[in-house]
T-cell receptor, first 116, second 114 residues
Framework: DGGITQSPKYLFRKEGQNVTLSCEQN?????MYWYRQDPGQGLRLIYY???????QKGDIAEGYSVSREKKESFPLTVTSAQKNPTAFYLC???????????????FGSGTRLTVV | QQQVKQSPQSLIVQKGGISIINCAYE??????FPWYQQFPGKGPALLIA?????SEKKEGRFTISFNKSAKQFSLHIMDSQPGDSATYFC?????????????FGTGTKLQVIP
């Protein structure tokens, strides 16, 4: 079945560490996105990529970095510069330019990151 | 101007009742209004969506009502069932340099009790 796989499901980070969250899709979607979900704040866009080797900052990119070397993969690194990284992170993909169709976004099942 | 305001934050409905979630927006450039359903520990999934040239869209027990002049839209869940218990997000999107920028509401946690 086609879909988006996020790993790990749970991740613990020590203060000062960088951690990388994995996102892989086999939907042949061009566009991929990273969202952060906090209670009572909805989903906030961190980074997005419309094509391989290109990505753009979203609304809350500070303290995060991404790469898009393959169409299928869009890993997110949470750096030590992110002061409040504890959150639920969601990866999504879409047919490029067609978020507004009935397809919308396809989301992964998320990674819950906790700072210890 | 990019915000989408969603209410209520939480909602408890009896089985068989009607669940109503409301959203409001300011930016008239938004041209697509989807609703997403999220179960605990899972990612959101597209439930139903509407374009602003339509005042109502129905899919099964789920209906979106859209009021363009008031810049408001709402989700109605008829005959609510315990399996509908989830968090619902409204959203609005617009073209931003060839990229559809999506703004999400803050979510409504729905609990349907037997």
């Amino acid at each position: 079945d086609g879909g988006i796989t996020q790993s790990p499901k749970y991740l613990f980070r020590k203060e000062g560490q960088n951690v990388t969250l994995s996102c892989e899709q086999n939907l042949n979607h061009d566009a991929m996105y990273w969202y952060r979900q906090d209670p009572g704040q909805g989903l906030r866009l961190i980074y997005y990529s419309q094509i391989v080797n290109d990505f753009q900052k979203g609304d809350i990119a500070e303290g995060y970095s991404v790469s898009r070397e393959k169409k299928e993969s869009f890993p997110l690194t949470v750096t030590s510069a992110q002061k409040n990284p504890t959150a639920f992170y969601l990866c999504a993909s879409s047919i490029r330019g067609q978020v507004f169709t009935n397809y919308g976004y396809t989301f992964g099942s998320g990674t819950r990151l906790t700072v210890v | 101007q990019q915000q989408v305001k969603q209410s209520p934050q939480s909602l408890i409905v009896q089985k068989g009742g009607i669940s109503i979630i409301n959203c409001a927006y300011e930016n008239t450039a938004f041209d697509y209004f989807p609703w997403y359903q999220q179960f605990p520990g899972k990612g959101p999934a597209l439930l139903i969506a509407i374009r602003p040239d339509v005042s109502e869209k129905k899919e099964g027990r789920f209906t979106i009502s859209f009021n363009k002049s008031a810049k408001q839209f709402s989700l109605h869940i008829m005959d609510s069932q315990p399996g509908d218990s989830a968090t619902y997000f409204c959203a609005a999107s617009r073209d931003s340099g060839g990229y559809q920028k999506v703004t999400f509401g803050t979510g409504t946690k729905l609990q349907v009790i037997p």
